[in-house]
């Protein structure tokens, strides 16, 4: 049954109201007074609230105004005995579902109500079909509408049921882990465990013993046989995440497994036979860990059957409003706060070298520190949000005009020429990723 709270300092009012909506079925309080209201409003949690505009101690708009601040969800019916077209705009403005004048009859009101409960179903229906295709589609948890993550969020949907290694670049904070726990949710073996291993995070003595577990005596400290991850997750999946920071001769040994799928214990001869998915993850360019003797290319090539690649938030600018409503809702934060238009148009100036992780503490931080429900573009003041600088080289543009292609080769064959034709170097001067580098040789055809 649907609860109605009715908030009206005139006792004849109230009771002939509360009558009337009882008799079509609504469970209804009274509350005589603002304050009164806003304590019920917190204890029974009405499906929609009834405030007249004349209260004995709040002003009915501004009551409005705090429960639409403290409650956004909550429809907020006004009524009045002298209402006027500002005040009724100005209601609407501050967030009432409706304006009532009075005298109004029982039907009206009745209306109304029903009117803020079908919103109400509707908008908990949107959200539920939201969470449902989430769930029916795999992205549940990211939130993306460009195209670029968009497609590889098809990618690995397709990649999720299958044994492939899955091998998972990008920079930090752009959600690595987040999709390879989306992949393994949409494999035949999401009811397995996943286990993640930062092997960063480990010493570099107890990393082998972590991973592949150890026999009581192998090593100081090794009072009883441990299994390592490789067995605790079997038949899941296991995230090795930073794998770029394993020592060579630890690779060696996980490239073994991978091809033998069996492990060997530390101290021990004795081989067990894994069944476990791997999917790994790196935030550097393997092409220059290799070269630089600090990768296996075998192992490289084992681990990115499948590759994907997140890309960081700047090349994703169009996901900013969408993640910014996203984790105001998923971080729980009471009184509907809000980013003004201006704020996030502010915000998606800003380069994000801490990625969607950055966007996320300074969403929450925001939210703690400002005190008023809008966060308007001058509170972003506060906190240590930089625009991107423009390049320090623009080139003279001729009255005859000048090719953009041109000068975009001139620039790309210039650091090629001071990078040593180095492609890793030559795109961390152009500040691109490599591989959109990779792309403008084949598009322009320029040979090294």
């Given at each position: 049954m649907?609860?109605?709270?009715l ?47 004349k ?16 409650f ?51 908008k ?91 026999v009581?005596g ?56 894994i ?93 703690i ?29 001729p ?20 990078a ?29």
């Open positions: 649907n609860q109605i709270l908030i009206d300092d005139d006792d004849n009012l109230r009771k002939v109201a509360a009558y009337n909506l009882e008799t079509y079925g609504f469970s209804v309080l009274t509350a005589a007074s603002g304050n009164e209201g806003l304590e019920k409003i917190k204890i029974s949690k009405p499906d929609v609230v009834i405030s007249d505009v209260l004995g101690d709040i002003d009915g708009l501004s009551l409005l105004e705090i429960i639409k601040s403290d956004p969800d909550l429809p907020v019916i006004i009524i009045t005995a002298f209402g006027t077209i500002e005040m009724a705009v100005k209601a609407m403005n501050q967030g009432a579902f409706h304006f009532i004048t009075k005298p109004f009859d029982r039907d009206s009101l009745r209306q109304s109500v029903m009117k803020a409960l079908e919103h109400i179903n509707l908990s229906d949107n959200i539920t079909l939201s969470e449902e295709i989430n769930r029916i589609t795999g992205t549940s948890g990211i939130v993306s509408v460009n195209s670029a993550v968009r497609e590889l969020l098809e990618t690995a949907k397709l990649a999720a049921d299958s044994n492939a290694s899955i091998l998972i670049t990008g920079e930090s904070g752009t959600g690595k882990e987040l999709l390879a726990r989306v992949i393994h949710d949409n494999s035949r073996r999401s009811k397995r465990p996943m286990l993640a291993v930062n092997c960063a995070s480990i010493p570099e003595s107890l990393i082998e013993s972590e991973l592949f577990g150890h009581k192998a090593f100081t400290g090794a009072v009883k046989d441990r299994k390592g991850k490789f067995i605790a997750a079997s038949g899941g999946t296991l995230f090795l995440d930073e794998i770029t920071e394993l020592k060579i001769d630890l690779q060696a040994k996980l490239l073994r497994t991978l091809q033998e799928s069996e492990i060997t214990r530390v101290g021990s001869e004795l081989t067990e036979k069944d476990v998915r791997i999917i790994s993850a790196a935030n550097v360019d393997f092409s220059e860990a290799i070269q630089n003797g600090l990768f296996r290319d075998d192992l490289y090539y084992r681990l990115g059957v499948i590759p994907l690649h997140l890309p960081p938030l700047r090349e994703r600018k169009d996901d900013i409003p969408g993640l910014i409503e996203h984790f105001l809702r998923t971080l729980d934060f009471p009184g509907g706060v809000k980013f003004s238009d201006e704020a996030i148009s502010e915000l998606m100036v800003y380069g994000w070298p801490g990625n969607i992780r950055e966007l996320k503490n300074t969403v929450e931080r925001c939210v520190l400002c005190k008023n429900s809008i966060i308007n573009k001058e509170d972003l003041r506060l906190f240590p949000i930089k625009k991107q600088e423009a390049p320090s080289y623009i080139p003279e543009i009255d005859e005009g000048i090719s953009l292609e041109e000068v975009e080769k001139s620039l790309i064959k210039k650091a090629l020429e001071k040593g034709n180095n492609q890793t170097k030559a795109a961390k001067l152009l500040k691109i990723p490599r591989h959109v580098l990779i792309y403008r040789l084949d598009k322009y055809k320029i040979q090294i």
